[in-house]
């Protein structure tokens, strides 16, 4: 199998994914060398058909990943505010260092924002999911990002509007 074979239309793997199924296809490759010399050619042709099940299973879900990525970048261009962005990376290059309240008053001072906007934008990316910190009942927990958190950020950072 050539990896570049299995792309579609609109399917771009990742350099990792590349390599990842390029490696398959070198293990399968080898397999294949190996059981020439193997008299029980019936074990060997179950083990060939696993890898190949193996390589299609792990391409279709690759693909439902590449889709699910697609669909995160367009809710996080058309969901998430300017503002939100901007605070979403501040927070993940400060992760854990300061509680919700010093927070507010760092992000505000640092973006020349009201600090009402800032609350107002935190309490969206926590209702959202993006960020986890104290609350009432739990106070001095130090903000950080969720894994959707990290993944959105990710994607932000990665696709700048």
Same mark, same amino acid.
Request: no cysteine; aromatic share 8%.
């Given at each position: 199998?050539?990896?570049?074979?299995?792309?579609?239309?609109?399917?771009? @793997?990742?350099? &990792?994914?590349?390599?990842?199924?390029?490696? !398959?296809? +070198?293990?399968?490759? #080898?397999?294949?060398?190996?059981? %020439?010399?193997?008299?029980?050619?019936?074990?060997?042709?179950?083990?060939?058909?696993?890898?190949?099940?193996?390589?299609?299973?792990?391409?279709?879900?690759?693909?439902?990943?590449?889709?699910?990525?697609?669909?995160?970048?367009?809710?996080?261009?058309?969901?998430?505010?300017?503002?939100?962005?901007?605070?979403?990376?501040?927070? @993940?290059?400060? &992760?854990?260092?300061?509680?919700?309240?010093? !927070?507010? +008053?760092?992000?505000? #001072?640092?973006?020349?924002?009201? %600090?009402?906007?800032?609350?107002?934008?935190?309490?969206?990316?926590?209702?959202?999911?993006?960020?986890?910190?104290?609350?009432?009942?739990?106070?001095?927990?130090?903000?950080?990002?969720?894994?959707?958190?990290?993944?959105?950020?990710?994607?932000?950072?990665?696709?700048?509007?």
């Amino acid at each position: 199998m050539n990896v570049s074979s299995n792309r579609s239309k609109g399917f771009y @793997s990742t350099p &990792e994914f590349i390599n990842f199924l390029q490696e !398959l296809h +070198d293990f399968k490759v #080898e397999i294949k060398k190996f059981g %020439k010399n193997q008299p029980e050619k019936i074990s060997y042709n179950r083990l060939i058909e696993n890898i190949e099940e193996l390589e299609s299973t792990i391409l279709l879900r690759y693909k439902d990943f590449s889709v699910l990525e697609k669909i995160l970048i367009t809710t996080s261009n058309k969901q998430l505010t300017k503002k939100q962005k901007i605070i979403l990376k501040l927070i @993940s290059q400060k &992760e854990g260092e300061e509680v919700y309240t010093t !927070l507010i +008053d760092s992000l505000s #001072e640092y973006l020349d924002i009201p %600090k009402s906007t800032i609350r107002w934008n935190l309490k969206g990316l926590r209702e959202s999911g993006l960020i986890y910190a104290g609350d009432r009942d739990n106070k001095g927990v130090p903000v950080s990002l969720t894994d959707l958190g990290r993944i959105m950020t990710d994607v932000v950072i990665t696709n700048k509007d």
